[in-house]
Protein backbone atom coordinates (compact mmCIF):
# COMPACT_ATOMS: atom_id res chain seq x y z
CA UNK A 1 0.00 0.00 0.00
CA UNK A 2 3.03 1.99 0.78
CA UNK A 3 4.42 1.72 -2.71
CA UNK A 4 0.91 2.86 -4.52
CA UNK A 5 0.96 6.24 -2.20
CA UNK A 6 4.43 6.86 -3.07
CA UNK A 7 3.76 6.29 -6.71
CA UNK A 8 0.63 8.92 -6.51
CA UNK A 9 2.38 11.39 -5.01
CA UNK A 10 5.10 11.59 -7.24
CA UNK A 11 3.08 11.27 -10.66
CA UNK A 12 0.84 14.18 -8.75
CA UNK A 13 4.58 16.44 -7.75
CA UNK A 14 5.48 15.50 -11.53
CA UNK A 15 2.14 17.40 -12.72
CA UNK A 16 2.42 19.83 -10.85
CA UNK A 17 6.22 20.73 -12.21
CA UNK A 18 5.79 23.67 -14.70
CA UNK A 19 6.27 22.39 -18.30
CA UNK A 20 7.48 23.85 -21.49
CA UNK A 21 5.79 27.04 -22.83
CA UNK A 22 5.30 29.11 -26.09
CA UNK A 23 6.43 33.08 -25.53
CA UNK A 24 6.19 35.26 -28.53
CA UNK A 25 7.52 39.17 -28.13
CA UNK A 26 10.44 41.54 -28.88
CA UNK A 27 14.39 40.69 -28.18
CA UNK A 28 15.79 43.35 -26.58
CA UNK A 29 18.14 43.94 -23.95
CA UNK A 30 17.73 44.73 -20.53
CA UNK A 31 19.10 48.07 -20.34
CA UNK A 32 16.48 49.12 -22.86
CA UNK A 33 14.49 47.04 -21.36
CA UNK A 34 10.60 48.09 -23.61
CA UNK A 35 12.81 48.27 -26.42
CA UNK A 36 12.87 52.23 -25.62
CA UNK A 37 16.49 52.23 -27.87
CA UNK A 38 15.38 55.72 -29.11
CA UNK A 39 16.67 57.28 -25.68
CA UNK A 40 20.37 54.99 -25.88
CA UNK A 41 21.50 56.22 -29.15
CA UNK A 42 23.72 53.18 -29.42
CA UNK A 43 23.31 52.81 -32.77
CA UNK A 44 20.81 53.47 -35.90
CA UNK A 45 18.31 50.57 -34.99
CA UNK A 46 17.20 48.86 -32.51
CA UNK A 47 18.86 45.61 -33.76
CA UNK A 48 22.25 47.66 -33.62
CA UNK A 49 21.29 49.25 -30.02
CA UNK A 50 20.17 45.99 -28.44
CA UNK A 51 23.61 44.50 -29.62
CA UNK A 52 25.80 47.51 -28.87
CA UNK A 53 23.83 47.75 -25.13
CA UNK A 54 24.89 43.58 -25.05
CA UNK A 55 28.96 43.76 -26.04
CA UNK A 56 29.50 47.66 -24.68
CA UNK A 57 27.75 47.39 -21.45
CA UNK A 58 27.34 44.05 -20.02
CA UNK A 59 23.28 43.91 -20.41
CA UNK A 60 22.06 40.62 -21.64
CA UNK A 61 19.48 39.83 -23.66
CA UNK A 62 15.53 39.40 -22.28
CA UNK A 63 12.22 38.77 -24.46
CA UNK A 64 9.62 42.01 -24.13
CA UNK A 65 6.30 40.68 -24.75
CA UNK A 66 4.26 44.07 -24.85
CA UNK A 67 3.89 43.89 -21.07
CA UNK A 68 6.32 41.47 -18.99
CA UNK A 69 10.37 41.70 -19.83
CA UNK A 70 11.47 37.85 -19.37
CA UNK A 71 15.40 37.04 -19.16
CA UNK A 72 16.78 34.22 -21.60
CA UNK A 73 19.08 31.40 -20.33
CA UNK A 74 20.33 31.17 -23.35
CA UNK A 75 22.60 34.46 -24.05
CA UNK A 76 24.36 33.60 -27.68
CA UNK A 77 21.50 32.47 -29.65
CA UNK A 78 18.89 35.85 -28.84
CA UNK A 79 21.77 38.12 -30.80
CA UNK A 80 20.33 36.72 -34.40
CA UNK A 81 16.89 37.80 -33.58
CA UNK A 82 17.87 41.22 -31.87
CA UNK A 83 15.33 43.92 -32.19
CA UNK A 84 12.57 40.81 -33.91
CA UNK A 85 9.54 39.58 -33.19
CA UNK A 86 10.65 36.04 -32.29
CA UNK A 87 8.44 32.62 -30.41
CA UNK A 88 10.53 31.35 -27.79
CA UNK A 89 9.81 27.67 -26.62
CA UNK A 90 11.08 26.62 -23.10
CA UNK A 91 10.56 26.74 -19.60
CA UNK A 92 9.51 29.67 -17.05
CA UNK A 93 11.23 30.18 -13.30
CA UNK A 94 8.70 32.64 -11.69
CA UNK A 95 10.76 33.80 -9.64
CA UNK A 96 13.36 34.78 -11.32
CA UNK A 97 11.53 35.46 -14.37
CA UNK A 98 14.06 33.81 -16.80
CA UNK A 99 13.09 31.54 -19.84
CA UNK A 100 15.18 27.85 -20.15
CA UNK A 101 15.45 28.41 -24.09
CA UNK A 102 14.74 25.52 -25.91
CA UNK A 103 14.57 26.94 -29.16
CA UNK A 104 13.56 30.86 -30.73
CA UNK A 105 12.33 31.21 -34.11
CA UNK A 106 11.64 34.41 -36.27
CA UNK A 107 8.27 35.24 -36.58
CA UNK A 108 8.88 37.74 -39.53
Known amino acids: MKHV ?5 AVAAL ?8 FTGIIT ?3 CGKAGHSQMR ?3 TD ?9 AHGATYVLYNGKEIYT ?3 QRTPE ?3 AQKV ?5 LDAKTRTIQVESIKSLR
Do not use: H, N, Y
Open 72 to 74: LSD
Open 5 to 9: IWSLL
Open 15 to 22: SAAPGKQT
Open 29 to 31: DDM
Open 80 to 82: QFA
Open 47 to 55: AECTTACIS
Open 42 to 44: MGP
Open 87 to 91: RVTGT
